[in-house]
């Protein structure tokens, strides 16, 4: 696709429950990131992946979070047992090579805990 | 620890005027810097970026400044329109980590 697609838009889910978002970088591009947005805060860096790889996990906020790529494409952020404390906007952004070209974000996820 | 930090929470200027945005970083080894636009419910979307090798780089009416002896960015937008209004994040990238780091951003109102 023309840019970075994440899906769903939107999820609303009980406490407890798990969820799993996916992203669509853009093709070609071997870099990808996820971030969180919480309500009036800014970007929180999550997960970073050169192709499969994920070099740098240190973002996660607890063993509840996980991701995974696979053929250097898609990605699944995977949240188990989510809480209240998880509801935000789950951003995935895509760059040609890491952190030496501009990063293109996907529109979000929006993660309601209720 | 904010390594990017941006400290004008909010920002109104009068359309057709400048606006000016700033953010600063403490890490000395970052080389990339990026200014994202975001409006609600949208992922930000890229506006304009500066190797560390140069002081200013300038796309149509958005013109970044780079003073690296400051640890120091800034953004202007000539003239402001109505349609610019929204939050503004910088972000640094980190050779050593390969992460981009953002700043809180600032929220830009452009007044008609």
Redesign the interface.
């Known amino acids: 696709g023309a840019g970075?697609s994440?899906s769903p838009s939107n999820k609303v889910t009980e406490k407890g429950k798990d969820v799993e978002l996916r992203c669509d970088p853009i093709s070609g591009h071997t870099?990808l990131?996820w971030?969180r947005q919480s309500l009036g805060?800014?970007?929180e860096?999550l997960i970073?992946f050169?192709g499969n790889s994920a070099?740098?996990k240190s973002?996660l906020p607890s063993d509840r979070f996980s991701a995974e790529r696979t053929g250097g494409s898609v990605s699944t952020l995977t949240i188990q047992r989510t809480q209240q404390e998880d509801s935000a906007v789950y951003?995935c952004?895509s760059s040609l090579e890491?952190?030496?070209t501009?990063?293109?974000?996907?529109?979000?996820t929006?993660l309601t805990v209720v | 620890d904010q390594q990017v930090k941006q400290n004008s929470p909010s920002l109104s200027v009068q359309e057709g005027r400048i606006s000016i945005l700033n953010c600063d970083y403490t890490n000395s080894m970052f080389d990339y810097f990026l200014w994202y636009k975001k409006y609600p419910a949208e992922g930000p979307t890229f506006l304009i970026s500066i190797s560390s090798i140069k002081d200013k780089n300038e796309d149509g009416r958005f013109t970044v400044f780079l003073n690296k002896s400051a640890k120091h960015l800034s953004l202007h937008i000539v003239p402001s329109q109505p349609g610019d209004s929204a939050v503004y994040f910088c972000a640094a990238s980190d050779p050593g980590t390969y992460k981009y780091i953002f700043g809180t951003g600032t929220r830009l109102k452009v007044l008609a």
Do not use: K
Request: avoid cysteine; charge should be negative; charged fraction near 10%.
């Open positions: 970075v994440q870099a990131y971030y805060q800014g970007l860096f970073y050169q070099p740098d973002g951003l952004a890491a952190a030496v501009e990063a293109f974000f996907g529109q979000g929006r």
